[in-house]
């Protein structure tokens, strides 16, 4: 079955700084765009950032931009995101998933942006970030 594993959050200063991971099993993680979101209490589920199937694309929300970084390694079946500059509004689960609307995709654009696109998602991993 398909198994998408977030790891890597807890409690950081703002300032601060996380590497989130997600290991994927259960299908074909190297040839899917893969995504970030995320989700407070009371808040609709953001984008945060995607990457294409071979890591040379990239798109980041505009909440995000500058500050978070993803990547991947399709050796490992593993996606990461690096959240830098952490600031308290940043304080969220977040998810990891697979986008399935469409096939391979060489270039990420807003696109990507919908939810709604992606079938395979994580569990979360809790990134919360306090003075």
């Known amino acids: 079955q398909v198994r998408l594993v977030e790891s890597g959050g807890g409690v950081v200063r703002p300032g601060g700084s996380l590497r989130l991971s997600c290991a994927a099993s259960?299908?074909?993680?190297?040839?899917?765009?893969m995504g970030w979101f995320r989700q407070s209490p009371g808040k609709e589920r953001e984008f945060v950032a995607a990457i294409s199937w071979s890591g040379e694309s990239t798109i980041e929300g505009d909440s995000v931009r500058g500050r978070f970084a993803i990547s991947r390694d399709n050796a490992k079946s593993t996606v990461y995101l690096q959240l830098n500059s952490l600031k308290v509004e940043d304080t969220a689960v977040y998810y990891c998933?697979?986008?399935?609307?469409?096939?391979?995709?060489?270039?990420?654009?807003?696109?990507?942006?919908?939810?709604?696109?992606?079938?395979?998602w994580g569990q979360g991993t809790q990134v919360t970030v306090s003075s």
């Open positions: 259960g299908f074909a993680f190297g040839t899917y765009t």
């Open positions: 998933a697979a986008y399935t609307r469409l096939g391979k995709i060489a270039t990420m654009t807003t696109l990507m942006y919908d939810a709604r696109d992606y079938s395979h």
